[in-house]
């Protein structure tokens, strides 16, 4: 019996044919949004940030519409990224559709929502921020009415914790960072140089006196984070930082064994009460060193304090975030407010700490 011949006979369409793209499924409406948003945007990455995807997402999906187009969308050169011309005349085809559904989606509380492309809309731009519980209650959110009213496209989320993290990448994220930390890959902004205090109240100074070497063992409390150091220099009557002795004078200390905390401000509310002296960051306690809840009585000797890379009593609040997103206008936005927030401190306050 004769072999039978393959069959020659062509479909109709192939993948790659002239038939009109109308005539296929459409891809899912998320990578028709992703691809938009990639083209509109010229990155991958800032569309991940705009979609809260991540960049891998942007990437499959963009596949996906190009393989549903047959033609290649985007020519990538090195770092640089553009639509190819099938990709332009595709975005400009998708752009008014697209921006009618948008129209068309109801927005919470029943309104219609507003148009990515029409410019940013309030809360539009999320930025997460990492930073200490301390800080963010007494330096961040008495800011935070000026910041929002300043920058109102921010939709800020606060982390709040102990352990230093890494900044996550392709997302909007800055951090306030107190002391020393690895700075590979960071973008990093020096705010403000901080000594460490020994603190108490009007009444624990009365009963107690301002000679560190004399106060109860049982009454120095304890920051986990923060040791005593070994000696300690007698601060001025006027509570400044300005010390009464040389460092020939620093009053040696016997080991403290007061209540401990991690949290710093449990550790204040401690001293506020009267419960004891408390070894904290000077900018943490500024507002109550100003109202007189407070007396600033001693801090470490100048010779110790003043080290470069290792010191004990004076650090340094950095903002940082990652090198690649300090561009991004979440990021930008924050970084320009808070370093004016500090320079009006300063200017307004010189010589005082930022609080």
Same mark, same amino acid.
């Given at each position: 019996?004769?072999?039978? @011949?393959?069959?020659?006979? @062509?479909?109709?369409?192939?993948?790659?044919?002239?038939?009109? !793209?109308?005539?296929?499924?459409?891809?899912?409406?998320?990578?028709?949004?992703?691809?938009?948003?990639?083209?509109?945007?010229?990155?991958?990455? %800032?569309?991940?940030?705009?979609?809260?995807?991540?960049?891998?997402?942007?990437?499959?999906?963009?596949? $996906? #519409?190009?393989?549903?187009?047959?033609?290649? /969308?985007?020519?990538?050169?090195?770092?640089? !990224?553009?639509?190819?011309?099938?990709?332009?005349?595709?975005?400009?085809?998708?752009?008014?559709?697209?921006?009618?559904?948008?129209?068309?989606?109801?927005?919470? &509380?029943?309104?219609?929502?507003?148009?990515?492309?029409? &410019?940013?809309?309030? +809360?539009?731009?999320?930025?997460?921020?990492?930073?200490?519980?301390?800080?963010?209650?007494?330096?961040?959110?008495?800011?935070?009415?000026?910041?929002?009213?300043?920058?109102?496209?921010?939709?800020?989320?606060?982390?709040?914790?102990?352990?230093?993290? $890494?900044?996550?990448?392709?997302?909007?994220?800055?951090?306030?960072?107190?002391?020393?930390?690895?700075?590979? &890959?960071?973008?990093? *902004?020096?705010?403000?140089?901080?000594?460490? #205090?020994? #603190?108490?109240?009007?009444?624990?100074?009365?009963?107690?006196?301002?000679?560190?070497?004399?106060?109860?063992?049982?009454?120095?409390?304890?920051?986990?984070?923060?040791?005593?150091?070994? +000696?300690?220099?007698?601060?001025?009557?006027?509570?400044?930082?300005?010390?009464?002795?040389?460092?020939?004078?620093?009053?040696?200390?016997?080991?403290?064994?007061?209540?401990?905390?991690?949290?710093?401000?449990?550790?204040?509310?401690?001293?506020? !009460?009267?419960?004891?002296?408390?070894?904290?960051? %000077?900018?943490?306690?500024?507002? *109550? /060193?100003?109202?007189?809840?407070?007396?600033?009585?001693?801090?470490?000797?100048?010779?110790?304090?003043?080290?470069? &890379?290792? =010191?004990?009593?004076? @650090?340094?609040? *950095?903002?940082?975030?990652?090198?690649?997103?300090?561009?991004?206008?979440?990021?930008?936005?924050?970084?320009?407010? #808070?370093?004016?927030?500090?320079?009006?401190? =300063?200017?307004?306050?010189?010589?005082?700490?930022? $609080?």
């Amino acid at each position: 019996m004769p072999a039978r @011949k393959p069959s020659t006979t @062509k479909t109709s369409e192939s993948p790659r044919s002239s038939t009109s !793209l109308s005539g296929r499924s459409l891809p899912p409406l998320s990578a028709l949004q992703a691809f938009e948003a990639a083209a509109r945007l010229g990155s991958f990455t %800032r569309a991940a940030t705009e979609r809260h995807l991540s960049h891998s997402a942007i990437s499959r999906a963009v596949q $996906s #519409v190009e393989h549903w187009h047959g033609l290649p /969308l985007f020519e990538r050169s090195g770092p640089k !990224l553009g639509l190819s011309a099938a990709g332009e005349a595709l975005r400009q085809r998708l752009a008014e559709p697209l921006a009618q559904l948008h129209r068309l989606s109801p927005a919470p &509380g029943g309104r219609a929502a507003p148009d990515p492309a029409a &410019g940013l809309s309030p +809360r539009s731009e999320p930025l997460a921020l990492f930073t200490l519980p301390s800080l963010a209650a007494t330096w961040l959110l008495p800011r935070l009415p000026r910041l929002l009213a300043r920058q109102p496209q921010l939709q800020l989320t606060l982390h709040t914790g102990y352990a230093m993290q $890494s900044l996550p990448p392709l997302h909007s994220a800055v951090a306030l960072r107190f002391g020393q930390f690895d700075r590979t &890959g960071l973008r990093c *902004w020096p705010l403000w140089s901080d000594a460490v #205090v020994a #603190v108490a109240t009007p009444d624990w100074l009365a009963r107690h006196g301002g000679e560190p070497a004399l106060w109860p063992a049982g009454e120095r409390l304890r920051l986990l984070s923060e040791p005593w150091p070994l +000696r300690l220099l007698r601060c001025g009557d006027e509570g400044s930082a300005a010390c009464a002795a040389g460092p020939a004078m620093a009053a040696r200390l016997p080991p403290a064994e007061g209540p401990g905390f991690n949290d710093a401000l449990l550790l204040v509310q401690a001293a506020l !009460l009267g419960l004891g002296v408390a070894w904290v960051r %000077r900018s943490l306690v500024a507002p *109550w /060193l100003r109202d007189g809840a407070l007396r600033a009585l001693a801090q470490e000797p100048a010779a110790r304090a003043g080290r470069t &890379g290792g =010191a004990d009593a004076h @650090k340094t609040m *950095w903002l940082a975030c990652r090198d690649e997103l300090a561009e991004h206008p979440a990021v930008r936005a924050f970084v320009d407010w #808070v370093l004016e927030e500090v320079a009006e401190e =300063a200017a307004s306050r010189p010589g005082i700490i930022p $609080s």
